[in-house]
């Protein structure tokens, strides 16, 4: 799925996050964990308007095609 990150101040309104940074050296190698040995990917990224924003999967592990 794809979520929307916010940041909850106390006595204020939930606001958008702006990413900075990302580090991607863990989608380099992925490898099976849990019971289950699937895949659990988490990529953020940028919107178009400039806001944070994490796709996530889980799957079975499968051959890439090259």
């Given at each position: 799925g794809r979520w929307d990150a916010y940041a909850l101040l106390s006595g204020g309104e939930p606001r958008r996050l702006v990413p900075g940074v990302t580090d991607l050296r863990s989608l380099a190698e992925r490898t099976p964990s849990g019971l289950l040995g699937h895949v659990a990917v988490r990529i953020p990224y940028?919107?178009?308007q400039g806001?944070?924003?994490?796709?996530?999967?889980?799957?079975?592990?499968h051959a890439e095609a090259v």
């Open positions: 940028a919107t178009r806001n944070l924003t994490v796709r996530s999967w889980l799957r079975a592990p």
